[in-house]
């Protein structure tokens, strides 16, 4: 009983409160939801995988007319935007009813979404011979950008691989962050070689440390590039481009060694971490027998986002 209590009681009660916090967080959701849980997963499940694109409209385009939150519908129409896209009309369409329903001081909003990343403004359909060269861009695509690096990344786990030991279970199974993604890369890989492989679907991924050192020879070091005003270099503020290093180091026998074992990852995120992309990291953390620190200067919701837009 002594050695209960020295070594496994502190523990059974942490377990417990874990799971107390789970299931009032649970009771939580249910109370302010109710039924529309289910609904709101689905939907966000189809936009993910680029499907029911007209139906996954018509929900976000009743929650605009019926939802009293100010920022849950536009979370929803930021990822619709971002997975499927919006044609100039459905635009249109949901910002006149969020102007209706929370006033016309907040046309502002859509500006700074649009400027932030979050939200796509879809251009005009009127043709002139100026624009006709960019009609095909307006034409509906099987996949967009989204989909095509997330497929790359395997963050769209399929359903007959959905299991607990996921990380895509932090979003109903359908989805894995990409900072978990990054860490099991990292942490499974043998080699910097064989990162650089699997994250090729990443153009602005940058890679710094010591094998930029091996770098030098033969590139312009930060000071000959802002001597000589050049902008764009090979090598940027003591990082390089990570498909450009993947060339050289196909090329370079010495770099090719570059051997990566880690144990041990930190992770800085800045703008904000979300408690999914915590408990996503902890499940590759868990797999891989390692540890990941991870570090950022808040803890930050989609609600977050939207505020801060506001």
Known sequence: MKHFVATKLQQVTLFKQNLVNHVMASETILSEMNN????????????????????????????????????????????LSLTQGLSYEEYNSLVNKYLLAFGYKFLYIFNNLVTAGLLVQPLSPKLSLTNLGNFSERLPKWQNEFQTIANKLKQLPSK???????????????????VAVLCNVLLTSESLLEVLKKLSALSE??????????????????????????????????CCNAKSLLKTMKTDNKLNGFSLKPRTILVFLIGGVTYAEV????????????????????????SDLMLANT
């Open 36 to 79: 529309k849980f289910e609904n709101l997963t689905l939907t966000e499940s189809e936009m993910l995988n680029n499907r029911n694109k007209k139906s996954n409209f018509t929900y976000i385009d009743e929650i605009f007319g019926t939802d009293i939150h100010m920022y849950n519908s536009l979370r929803l129409m930021c990822l």
């Open 160 to 178: 007959s691989k959905h299991d607990g030991t996921s990380p895509s279970y932090v979003f109903n199974s359908g989805y894995v962050p990409l």
């Open 205 to 238: 991924l940058k890679v710094g440390g010591a094998v930029i050192e091996r770098l030098k020879e033969g590139f312009k070091s930060l000071d000959e590039s802002l001597s000589n005003l050049t902008i764009n270099s090979v090598l940027d503020f003591g």
């Open 279 to 302: 408990a996503a990291c902890n499940v590759i953390q868990t797999a891989t027998g390692s540890k990941i620190i991870i570090a950022s200067d808040c803890v930050a919701s989609g």
